[in-house]
């Protein structure tokens, strides 16, 4: 009975997160045109002259920006729990008879459902333009349902821990481009010069890039297929625990 | 069985007590308020009661249950209605009550009946389908009591349920309020800055002031112990009449300001003829209801303002928009 009612407090907050999602359709319009913006106008710019490993720089790139579309769309979703708390909507949430760790739950697959939204609709435009197969695009969507659980949870856990939305340039400048840039969404990470390469490992973004990559281009991966996947998996359930940490933490 | 039994409750905020040793018992059926200035710590001890802010000292149960050891419980028996609009814009106000129904457990054979029972009494039934940001600030406001009220609690808690809203729009608010707790039989405890809706809804009202109760009781009553009303006399001789009715009976607190007098007069229906006779040199008299207000100055030497130091509920509205 606990566990039933469990599970509809977990429904109830994913479907409001969904239904908010579809009725902000500037949210979702944005979503869409900026890693297109990436591809057709940087990938096409710079692919005039420039290949990677014999690619095309537009298919080369199309991974890292699906990659860049779950990362954005992930944090830019775990920063909205500020917005709940400046609605007073969190309140409602929080006083009701339901734990930390279904809210925290709820509003991970919420945004996950948000994401993976945008992802298929970006994937279905790759198809359309050539840039990858039906059948990669599925295989795709599947690692993006595993890199956007990942992701949500780390944008869950700065959105609960911001006082403001004051923070968000910050959280842009600090989480956001170095995430992106270091996680070889825009070029290839094996010659990289020392520095840089120590942080590619520690920005699960990467292990994201290079499984998409390899479902995608094919060939070799950076990491390994096992290592991109148990990575992913481990920091998806370290983020999980800190998010259900940080929501257990969270005051009004 | 007490609703609500609070002993010597306080949170503190850095070093200053928010409510500082708060005490009270309120009786099932009650509708009570607690009145106070902004920053008195009404909400405060709301947050407490509701387990949204862990008390550092004293105990609190509600519904029979202890806030702190058994707080799901006590979440399960409680609606809050909070001072800031809570309802979620882009959802309709069917949808609202929906996602509430679902997390409270409520099962689901019911929940539709359930809505359509609450929509009805609160005069929402035909907007039910809009989104909220088309709503007015009532319209919001009926909707978060229909909420409130949903899940059957025993206890409902009104943050301010009016602030901000205009006084047509309060009345109203309270005509839903009352209907709801006689209908639902619910303990329904408001806190309020506005002085009138403690005296003309409330059973019971404790005035809080600096974390700390300084009266509790029917609000008749604790007017009625100030000992009668306010009436400033204007005379020629002030100091002389002043003077005399010192020795009269059932008039309190006699004071010369310039040319006029201010005393507490009890009853003034009878007395004021009485005094007019005796002293011939009165030329008129203003005469001031006493309020709690009174009381309260009575005890702090200070107003309960009415004004709001921290925005109404429409630029609450207004500045919680998405963007």
Known sequence: MIALNLIYATYAIWLREVKVFFREKERVVSAIVTPLLWILIFGAGLGSSVKINGIDYQRFIFPGIVGMAVLFGSIFYGLYVIWDRKLDFLKEVLVAPVPRSAVFIGKMLGGASDVLLQIAILLAIGVALGMTTTMSAILSFAVCILLSFCIVSLGLIIGANMKSPEGFNLIMSFVLWPMFMLSGALFPVENLPAYLAVLIPLNPLSYGVDLLRYVMLGGRTAFGVATDLMSLGLFSIVFAAAGIYSFEKMKM | ?323
């Open chain 2, 1 to 323: 069985m007490s609703a609500i039994e609070i002993v010597k409750l306080k949170k503190y905020f850095g070093k200053i007590a928010a409510v500082n040793g708060i005490s009270l018992k309120i009786e099932e059926g009650e509708i009570f308020a607690i009145l106070g200035p902004n920053g008195a710590g009404k909400t405060t001890t709301i947050f407490m009661l509701c387990g949204l802010l862990q008390p550092d000292e004293g105990t609190a149960t509600v519904a029979g249950f202890d806030v702190t050891r058994e707080p799901f419980k006590v979440r399960q028996k409680i609606g809050v209605v909070f001072q800031s609009p809570s309802v979620d814009d882009l959802l309709t106000g069917r949808e609202n009550l929906e996602m509430h129904a679902m997390l409270y457990g409520m099962p689901l054979d019911q929940i539709g009946k359930r809505i359509d029972t609450m929509l009805r009494l609160v005069g929402l039934e035909e907007r039910q389908h809009s989104q909220v940001r088309e709503y007015s600030g009532g319209m919001r406001r009926r909707l978060e009591i229909a909420r409130g009220l949903l899940h059957h609690p025993k206890v409902l808690f009104l943050d301010e349920p009016t602030i901000g809203l205009d006084p047509q729009t309060r009345q109203h608010i309270w005509n839903y309020i009352r209907r709801l707790s006689e209908k639902e039989k619910v303990t329904i405890v408001f806190t309020t800055h506005y002085l009138e809706e403690a005296e003309r809804f409330a059973d019971r009202v404790a005035i809080i002031d600096k974390g700390k109760i300084i009266a509790v009781g029917q609000p008749k009553r604790l007017i009625e112990s100030l000992g009668g009303d306010t009436a400033f006399f204007k005379t020629a001789q002030p100091e002389k009449v002043a003077s005399k009715m010192k020795k009269m009976n059932g008039i309190l607190n006699v004071k010369v300001i310039g040319d006029q007098i201010k005393a507490t007069v009890k009853n003034p229906q009878k007395q004021l003829p009485i005094i007019f006779r005796r002293f011939r040199s009165i030329k008129s008299v203003a005469l001031q209801p006493a309020t709690l207000n009174d009381l309260f100055m009575k005890y702090t030497g200070k107003q309960i303002r009415e004004e709001e130091g921290e925005g109404g509920y429409h630029e609450r509205i207004m500045r919680s928009q998405r963007e």
